[in-house]
């Protein structure tokens, strides 16, 4: 089955910077657009970065480009998401996720969640 693990969640301070990790299992990422989603206490979820294995497609969300940088090891199974320059808007719940049916970035309704990582800025 497919499965999804986040890690590296935690208390940051502004500023700061930190590394996400999603650990992937019982998919091929050949086949698969993968990304990053976020959801703020009383907001609705949103896609933060997306890398499509499939055609290449890739995408950053408006609020964190330049700051964010996804990357993600086929041979590992391994997806990541470094955070830096942190900002107290940045908190949120952080969920890795997998997408075959919607394969070009940026996915709007991923096949696969992780249980999703705690990231908490303080100023």
């Known amino acids: 089955e497919v499965q999804l693990v986040e890690s590296g969640g935690g208390l940051v301070q502004a500023g700061g910077s930190l590394r996400l990790s999603c650990s992937a299992s019982g998919f091929d990422f050949d086949d698969y657009a993968v990304g990053w989603f976020r959801q703020a206490p009383g907001e609705e979820r949103e896609g933060v970065s997306c890398?499509?294995?499939?055609?290449?497609?890739?995408y950053y969300a408006d609020s964190v480009k330049g700051r964010f940088t996804m990357t993600s090891d086929n041979t590992k199974n391994m997806m990541y998401l470094q955070i830096n320059d942190v900002k107290p808007e940045d908190t949120a719940i952080y969920y890795c996720a997998a997408s075959w049916s919607d394969y070009i970035c940026p996915i709007n309704q991923p096949d696969f969640w992780g249980q999703g990582t705690q990231v908490t800025v303080s100023s």
């Open positions: 890398f499509s294995h499939v055609d290449g497609s890739r």
